[in-house]
């Protein structure tokens, strides 16, 4: 077993690369949740950003138009949910089920032609100065640009909540929908909007996968990415920063596991990679046992506009 | 100021206004009167923008006012602090209001003028606390002050009193008749007919959506005002005065911990039920009441002290253990805890009859006697419904909590525990509900009866504590209270001194 | 339909064409239905089976998302009694496999349930993730425990078909119908009596539609959850034992094949009722078959298949809650 091999530079490096699209698509479905919603759909909204970001980038050679049109598609294809949801008042989690084995089917449909094909991918920037500084440079200043923009968006999610008004009014309408509504406020407008911005940045992380950490397109590569984002979103018990944390803990550990199989660790590799799923169990049980704090009174409850 | 013309409104298959009309001047406080079903909350929600009329007008200041939401009515003057409060727990008092006001200033600026609003109307509170913290008559201040941010010309308050203590309610009064020296109106709406009289220039009566009268309270008595309310006179139920019987049920100092997050915990409560007996427990929301019901029932368990029902320890009894050995239980909340609502009504009965009646032999579900037995307590319980295969959602309130009660007394308990038995119901409904609750006594039972309403309480219990904080006062006779001597034990009023206001 | 219709079209196909090839021709062309009829039985059989067990959950409000997971560890108990009893041959080991293909499916359906009833864990994360441990579970004994020593070395376990006492077998010739579609069937009946005329199928709806109104009756949560989710374990657990011992014969990296995320949207598109799981396990089945015949003839691609049940999801979610939310309105007056 050859632990030398494994260097922790390139690991935290790695670590945020693995973590980056679950951090997307979890800081979405943070705001998804603050607003009373429950998406079950993630990964097959991640996956069909994957699949779109990656036929637009190989079509057109830009990737920065793949994650662009990715986020617009999945925007458009959480509205589905969002009708279903919030207009024709149905079941959250069948809804949000259904989305995902539709996002799985599409896009194993529109990827069929892309199989095993690479695509451009996103340089890395250097910063000037700062991507120099031995060590840290390495590990912190010399990814590419989704990843300083998802740690961007975190920042502006979590300035967004806690201190605009826009904001306070969807936590309003995540705490007690009856009361927002009574106040005059658009309950299902907001959560519309907020199901929208959910469905955007989990195409963009899905299209990450596709584009950025693994260039390529394989029938459901998401692997799963999409469920782990909303166990880091009950972790985080719904706090920005939390998901954050949640997200770089599992990229982690998923990185540490591949690079332990590598380096020819003694576990065999099944209980390996299995390490990252049991360990998101046993946060969910530690959280849970805490207490499910903060969590929004109204999440997953059915609203009915009376009068 | 406000002319309210001929305004009538329709909803599929019941008519909720008809042909309202009459006027509300600068400076006055008038009682909107009616019982529950009359039309009441209908006509509110139009003058506030959150229905429109099928016909009919509203002027306001002579010009035509057609508010089409309630943002509308606000920019016209009109503020409104409704029953059930539009308040989110888990924010501050602060972003509270913010969020229920239409240019609310920032958070800096927000705070002083809700701390300077407070102080001068008699209503403190601190703008960083969480709203969940608070008691249910500090969030009333919250909506309140809400209100006043807006320096409306019209305040309409829907019931504001059935959540107060009655010191309380002295200093509701104070800042009401403070604000309408200043000026502003205020649409009082209530069933309390004393209070009516005592702070009212007029009042409107209404019933089943026609207006019956509009009078001045002062000079109308009460038991008047109630007949034009109801329609006829009722028969107050009547009260046999019979000596106790022996303790059936001996509560020691339970306690029970709250399972909602802004819930209030039950400490050191101790009692006994007397046969024959009815106890009553008085004490605003939110004081212990769901939990002292929980532990009696059997949903909850007490960690501490014992319960014993005729020398039997039964503190660790679930529910239909309890039942088995004739405690039986009503609980507040009609559809959801006590019924289901999307259940039939013969499927409803399996929820506690399901022992007592032999409705289920080797685990198979007798549907005939079930049927048979949701009859009985339909006929004996004069239920309106077109059937017991209706659904419980299908039922008015004042139905349900006749099949809900009935239900139970059918199964002839020995202790009867019932959280706010009369909530929300007509005044028909509860009068025989009162009624079948005395008959029960007067037949040996020991009855609990939780309730906020102490008119209630005072008309059917011979005994009295009140909740307050989690915690039982002393028990006294109810015949030897004065309504002060309850208010103060019900807690006074929570931190107000009686303030210069 | 109309939906799907398009779909094909946009697949550049005749629409028509491919709708009758999906629904008609496997039951009815002669070139086809011989081989497909059966096929539609050894589809929809553990689809029906592990629907069902899925309902009684979904009518409490207990959401197993993980019946996947389940399936792979009732297949892997299952075979693992067959292989530890090979090369004996007794009557007895069937049985016996049938009882560890339950117990397994059951005790994978635990660990959530108790994580929620003890913890209030989120039981759609905890039984999801735990299906990705199953198919790592999976590999590693395709590759290990339960590898055929006479398999020149492939991953995979011996065949199962090949085994007399431990194969799966038709019961009536031909038809599809092996023991595991003949449980499916019984199942329904027995859920049907269950929910309406048992009481604990009563409390199961009663604790769906007002957890509070259950808690006051007297059900026990705990009971309760371990109930719903345990059943839905041993079912999913038998529907694999019975595809392993089957239709599908051996332990592989690939065994699984969806069926437990199928059986979601079956349990929902039959609207978490006995018979209408049973009709719409069959017209799924029907879609899979006629899927991979419109795969044959027409070079539609499979996953548009999986497509097509989506949407009929989503189709149904639609509809349904328009009809609910009418007798709503009603009720409110």
Same mark, same amino acid.
């Given at each position: 077993?050859?632990?030398?091999?494994?260097?922790?530079?390139?690991?935290?490096?790695?670590?945020?690369?693995?973590?980056?699209?679950?951090?997307?698509?979890?800081?979405?479905?943070?705001?998804?949740?603050?607003?009373?919603?429950?998406?079950?759909?993630?990964?097959?909204?991640?996956?069909?950003?994957?699949?779109?970001? %990656?036929?637009?980038?190989?079509?057109?050679?830009?990737?920065?138009?793949?994650?662009?049109?990715?986020?617009?598609?999945?925007?458009?294809?959480?509205?589905?949910?969002?009708?279903?949801?919030?207009?024709?008042?149905?079941?959250?989690?069948?809804?949000?089920?259904?989305?995902?084995?539709?996002?799985?089917?599409?896009?194993?449909?529109?990827?069929?032609?892309?199989?095993?094909?690479?695509?451009?991918?996103?340089?890395?920037?250097?910063?000037?100065?700062?991507?120099?500084?031995?060590?840290?440079?390495?590990?912190? $200043?010399?990814?590419?640009?989704?990843?300083? %923009?998802?740690?961007?968006?975190?920042?502006?999610?979590?300035?967004?909540?806690?201190?605009?008004?826009?904001?306070?009014?969807?936590?309003?309408?995540?705490?007690?929908?009856?009361?927002?509504?009574?106040?005059?406020?658009?309950?299902?407008?907001?959560?519309?909007?907020?199901?929208?911005?959910?469905?955007?940045?989990?195409?963009?992380?899905?299209?990450?996968?596709?584009?950025?950490?693994?260039?390529?397109?394989?029938?459901?590569?998401?692997?799963?990415?999409?469920?782990?984002?909303?166990?880091?979103?009950?972790?985080?018990?719904?706090?920005?920063?939390?998901?954050?944390?949640?997200?770089?803990?599992?990229?982690?550990?998923?990185?540490?596991?591949?690079?332990?199989?590598?380096?020819?660790?003694?576990?065999?590799?099944?209980?390996?990679?299995?390490?990252?799923?049991?360990?998101?169990?046993?946060?969910?049980?530690?959280?849970?046992?805490?207490?499910?704090?903060?969590?929004?009174?109204?999440?997953?409850?059915? $609203?009915?506009?009376?009068? | 100021?406000?002319?309210?013309?001929?305004?009538?409104?329709?909803?599929?298959?019941?008519?909720?206004?008809?042909?309202?009309?009459?006027? =509300?001047?600068? /400076?006055?406080?008038?009682?909107?009167?009616?019982?529950?079903?009359? /039309? !009441?909350?209908?006509?509110?929600?139009?003058?506030?923008?959150?229905?429109?009329?099928?016909?009919?007008?509203?002027?306001?200041?002579?010009?035509?006012?057609?508010?089409?939401?309630?943002?509308?009515?606000?920019?016209?003057?009109?503020?409104?602090?409704?029953?059930?409060?539009?308040?989110?727990?888990?924010?501050?008092?602060?972003?509270?209001?913010?969020?229920?006001?239409?240019?609310?200033?920032?958070?800096?600026?927000?705070?002083?003028?809700?701390?300077?609003?407070?102080?001068?109307?008699?209503?403190?509170?601190?703008?960083?606390?969480?709203?969940?913290?608070?008691?249910?008559?500090?969030?009333?201040?919250?909506?309140?002050?809400?209100?006043?941010?807006?320096?409306?010309?019209?305040?309409?308050?829907?019931?504001?009193?059935?959540?107060?203590?009655?010191?309380?309610?002295? @200093?509701?009064?104070?800042?009401?008749?403070?604000?309408?020296?200043?000026?502003?109106?205020?649409?009082?709406?209530?069933?309390?007919?004393?209070? @009516?009289?005592?702070?009212?220039?007029?009042?409107? @009566?209404?019933?089943?959506?026609? !207006?019956?009268?509009?009078?001045?309270?002062? !000079?109308?008595?009460?038991?008047?005002?109630?007949?034009?309310?109801?329609?006829?006179?009722?028969?107050?139920?009547? !009260?046999?005065?019979?000596?106790?019987?022996?303790?059936?049920?001996?509560?020691?100092?339970?306690?029970?911990?709250?399972?909602?997050?802004?819930?209030?915990?039950?400490?050191?409560?101790?009692?006994?039920?007397?046969?024959?007996?009815?106890?009553? @427990?008085?004490?605003?929301?939110?004081?212990?009441?769901?939990?002292?019901?929980?532990?009696?029932?059997?949903?909850?368990?007490?960690?501490?002290?014992? +319960?014993?029902?005729?020398? =039997?320890?039964?503190?660790?009894?679930?529910?239909?253990?309890?039942?088995?050995?004739?405690?039986?239980?009503?609980?507040?909340?009609?559809?959801?805890?006590?019924?289901?609502?999307?259940?039939?009504?013969?499927?409803?009965?399996?929820?506690?009859?399901?022992?007592?009646?032999?409705?289920?032999?080797?685990?198979?579900?007798?549907?005939?006697?079930?049927?048979?037995?949701?009859?009985?307590? +339909?006929?004996?319980?004069?239920?309106?419904?077109?059937?017991?295969?209706?659904?419980? /959602?299908?039922?008015?309130?004042?139905?349900?909590?006749?099949?809900?009660?009935?239900?139970?007394?059918?199964?002839?308990?020995?202790?009867?525990?019932?959280?706010?038995?009369?909530?929300?119901?007509?005044?028909?409904?509860?009068?025989?509900?009162?009624?079948?609750?005395?008959?029960?006594?007067?037949?040996?039972?020991?009855?609990?009866?939780?309730?906020?309403?102490?008119?209630?309480?005072?008309? =059917?219990?011979?005994?009295?504590?009140?909740?307050?904080?989690?915690?039982?006062?002393?028990?006294?006779?109810?015949?030897?209270?004065?309504?002060?001597?309850?208010?103060?034990?019900?807690?006074?009023?929570?931190?107000?001194?009686?303030?210069?206001? | 339909?109309?939906?799907?219709?398009?779909?094909?079209?946009?697949?550049?196909?005749?629409?028509?064409?491919?709708?009758?090839?999906?629904?008609?021709?496997?039951?009815?062309?002669?070139?086809?239905?011989?081989?497909?009829?059966? #096929?539609?039985?050894?589809?929809?059989?553990?689809?029906?089976?592990?629907?069902?067990?899925?309902?009684?959950?979904?009518?409490?409000?207990?959401?197993?998302?993980?019946?996947?997971? #389940?399936?792979?560890?009732?297949?892997?108990?299952?075979?693992?009694?067959?292989?530890?009893?090979?090369?004996?041959?007794?009557?007895?080991?069937?049985?016996?496999?049938?009882?560890?293909?339950?117990?397994?499916?059951?005790?994978?359906?635990?660990?959530?349930?108790?994580?929620?009833?003890?913890?209030?864990?989120?039981?759609?994360?905890?039984?999801?993730?735990?299906?990705?441990?199953?198919?790592?579970?999976?590999?590693?004994?395709?590759?290990?425990?339960?590898?055929?020593?006479?398999?020149?070395?492939?991953?995979?376990?011996?065949?199962?078909?090949?085994?007399?006492?431990?194969?799966?077998?038709?019961?009536?010739?031909?038809?599809?119908?092996?023991?595991?579609?003949?449980?499916?069937?019984?199942?329904?009946?027995?859920?049907?009596?269950?929910?309406?005329?048992?009481? #604990?199928?009563?409390?199961?709806?009663?604790?769906?539609?007002?957890?509070?109104?259950?808690?006051?009756?007297?059900?026990?949560?705990?009971?309760?959850?371990?109930?719903?989710?345990?059943?839905?374990?041993?079912?999913?657990?038998?529907?694999?034992?019975?595809?392993?011992?089957?239709?599908?014969?051996?332990?592989?990296?690939?065994?699984?094949?969806?069926?437990?995320?199928?059986?979601?949207?079956?349990?929902?598109?039959?609207?978490?009722?006995?018979?209408?799981?049973?009709?719409?396990?069959?017209?799924?089945?029907?879609?899979?078959?006629?899927?991979?015949?419109?795969?044959?003839?027409?070079?539609?691609?499979?996953?548009?298949?999986?497509?097509? #049940?989506?949407?009929?999801?989503?189709?149904?979610?639609?509809?349904?809650?328009?009809?609910?939310?009418?007798?709503?309105?009603?009720?409110?007056?």
């Amino acid at each position: 077993m050859d632990f030398s091999s494994i260097n922790p530079a390139l690991l935290i490096a790695s670590l945020m690369v693995s973590a980056t699209p679950i951090l997307l698509a979890a800081i979405g479905e943070a705001v998804v949740e603050k607003s009373g919603v429950l998406n079950l759909g993630v990964e097959g909204m991640m996956i069909v950003g994957a699949v779109v970001g %990656f036929i637009v980038a190989v079509n057109t050679d830009t990737p920065l138009l793949g994650f662009v049109c990715a986020a617009i598609i999945s925007g458009i294809f959480s509205i589905i949910f969002g009708i279903l949801t919030q207009y024709l008042k149905s079941n959250q989690v069948a809804t949000g089920l259904g989305l995902t084995l539709v996002g799985l089917g599409l896009s194993a449909l529109l990827g069929r032609p892309y199989e095993g094909m690479k695509s451009p991918t996103l340089k890395a920037l250097e910063i000037p100065f700062f991507s120099d500084i031995p060590v840290l440079g390495k590990m912190l $200043f010399s990814h590419d640009l989704m990843i300083y %923009f998802s740690i961007f968006l975190v920042t502006l999610v979590w300035w967004f909540l806690k201190y605009t008004h826009a904001g306070m009014v969807l936590r309003a309408v995540g705490e007690n929908h009856d009361a927002a509504h009574a106040l005059g406020y658009k309950v299902v407008r907001v959560r519309m909007l907020a199901i929208m911005f959910g469905g955007a940045t989990s195409g963009l992380g899905g299209a990450y996968i596709s584009l950025a950490r693994v260039p390529q397109w394989t029938e459901g590569m998401t692997a799963g990415a999409g469920w782990i984002a909303l166990a880091i979103v009950v972790f985080a018990s719904w706090r920005p920063w939390r998901v954050l944390f949640g997200a770089y803990i599992f990229g982690g550990v998923t990185v540490l596991q591949l690079n332990l199989q590598a380096a020819g660790a003694s576990i065999p590799v099944e209980y390996l990679s299995m390490s990252p799923y049991l360990i998101t169990i046993v946060v969910l049980v530690i959280i849970s046992s805490r207490g499910n704090q903060g969590a929004p009174a109204s999440l997953g409850r059915p $609203f009915h506009a009376s009068s | 100021m406000l002319e309210i013309n001929g305004i009538s409104k329709t909803y599929p298959g019941v008519i909720a206004n008809s042909d309202i009309s009459f006027n =509300i001047n600068t /400076g006055e406080v008038h009682a909107l009167l009616g019982e529950n079903g009359a /039309g !009441k909350s209908t006509l509110v929600k139009i003058i506030y923008g959150l229905v429109k009329p099928d016909s009919g007008n509203l002027l306001l200041n002579g010009v035509p006012f057609r508010p089409g939401t309630p943002s509308e009515a606000r920019k016209a003057g009109i503020a409104m602090v409704f029953q059930h409060f539009s308040l989110f727990e888990a924010l501050s008092v602060a972003e509270n209001i913010s969020l229920g006001m239409d240019n609310p200033p920032n958070q800096r600026d927000l705070g002083k003028k809700i701390k300077s609003v407070s102080e001068s109307y008699g209503l403190p509170i601190d703008p960083a606390k969480t709203v969940g913290e608070l008691s249910v008559g500090e969030r009333q201040r919250v909506e309140i002050i809400r209100c006043l941010l807006q320096n409306p010309k019209l305040l309409v308050m829907d019931e504001p009193t059935s959540v107060l203590t009655p010191q309380e309610v002295d @200093i509701l009064f104070k800042t009401l008749l403070k604000l309408r020296s200043e000026g502003t109106s205020i649409l009082y709406i209530s069933h309390k007919l004393e209070e @009516i009289r005592k702070l009212c220039d007029t009042a409107t @009566i209404l019933r089943l959506g026609k !207006k019956v009268d509009t009078c001045t309270p002062e !000079k109308t008595s009460t038991k008047k005002l109630a007949e034009m309310m109801v329609g006829s006179t009722i028969k107050a139920p009547e !009260k046999l005065n019979k000596p106790a019987g022996q303790v059936m049920l001996n509560v020691d100092n339970i306690c029970c911990v709250s399972k909602s997050q802004f819930g209030t915990s039950l400490t050191n409560v101790t009692f006994d039920l007397r046969q024959g007996e009815i106890l009553g @427990i008085g004490g605003v929301a939110g004081n212990g009441q769901d939990e002292l019901f929980a532990v009696l029932s059997g949903e909850q368990f007490s960690q501490h002290g014992s +319960i014993s029902f005729n020398g =039997i320890n039964i503190t660790k009894f679930n529910p239909n253990q309890r039942r088995k050995i004739g405690l039986l239980s009503a609980p507040e909340e009609r559809l959801g805890h006590a019924a289901a609502p999307n259940m039939s009504l013969i499927e409803n009965t399996l929820i506690t009859a399901e022992n007592s009646q032999n409705l289920v032999s080797l685990g198979f579900i007798d549907w005939k006697k079930s049927k048979a037995f949701a009859d009985k307590v +339909i006929k004996k319980f004069d239920v309106r419904t077109p059937g017991s295969q209706n659904t419980a /959602g299908s039922l008015s309130g004042g139905n349900l909590q006749k099949f809900v009660i009935g239900r139970e007394i059918l199964q002839n308990p020995s202790v009867f525990i019932v959280n706010q038995p009369t909530w929300g119901v007509d005044a028909a409904a509860a009068s025989s509900i009162r009624q079948a609750l005395l008959t029960l006594s007067e037949n040996g039972a020991a009855i609990l009866v939780i309730s906020q309403d102490l008119d209630e309480l005072l008309e =059917i219990s011979d005994q009295f504590a009140a909740l307050n904080g989690g915690a039982l006062s002393r028990i006294e006779k109810t015949a030897e209270l004065s309504m002060e001597q309850i208010g103060l034990m019900m807690g006074g009023a929570k931190d107000l001194e009686a303030r210069n206001v | 339909m109309i939906s799907g219709g398009i779909l094909f079209a946009a697949l550049g196909e005749n629409p028509f064409e491919a709708i009758r090839i999906i629904f008609w021709d496997p039951l009815f062309d002669p070139n086809f239905a011989s081989y497909s009829r059966p #096929q539609l039985l050894v589809k929809a059989g553990p689809l029906i089976l592990i629907a069902i067990g899925l309902s009684f959950g979904f009518k409490a409000g207990v959401w197993n998302i993980g019946a996947e997971g #389940q399936y792979i560890l009732g297949a892997i108990f299952g075979a693992s009694v067959a292989l530890a009893f090979y090369p004996m041959e007794s009557k007895f080991i069937f049985p016996l496999m049938i009882i560890a293909g339950a117990l397994g499916g059951f005790l994978w359906g635990l660990i959530p349930a108790l994580l929620k009833a003890k913890l209030n864990t989120n039981e759609i994360l905890v039984s999801l993730m735990l299906v990705y441990v199953a198919e790592s579970i999976l590999a590693s004994v395709s590759q290990g425990l339960l590898k055929n020593p006479d398999g020149y070395g492939f991953p995979g376990s011996r065949n199962l078909q090949n085994y007399e006492s431990a194969a799966n077998v038709e019961i009536i010739a031909n038809s599809g119908m092996h023991w595991g579609v003949l449980f499916a069937f019984i199942t329904v009946i027995f859920s049907y009596i269950v929910l309406t005329k048992h009481i #604990q199928g009563f409390n199961i709806q009663l604790t769906g539609q007002a957890p509070r109104a259950s808690k006051f009756a007297g059900v026990n949560p705990t009971a309760n959850i371990v109930f719903c989710l345990g059943i839905s374990g041993a079912l999913a657990g038998l529907a694999g034992m019975f595809e392993v011992s089957g239709p599908s014969g051996q332990i592989t990296i690939e065994f699984n094949s969806g069926y437990g995320f199928t059986a979601i949207i079956v349990a929902f598109l039959g609207r978490l009722h006995p018979i209408g799981i049973f009709l719409s396990g069959l017209l799924i089945a029907l879609t899979y078959i006629g899927g991979e015949l419109a795969q044959l003839m027409l070079g539609l691609p499979g996953a548009s298949i999986q497509l097509f #049940q989506g949407m009929l999801l989503f189709f149904l979610l639609a509809t349904d809650l328009f009809a609910n939310y009418k007798v709503k309105i009603g009720a409110d007056n």
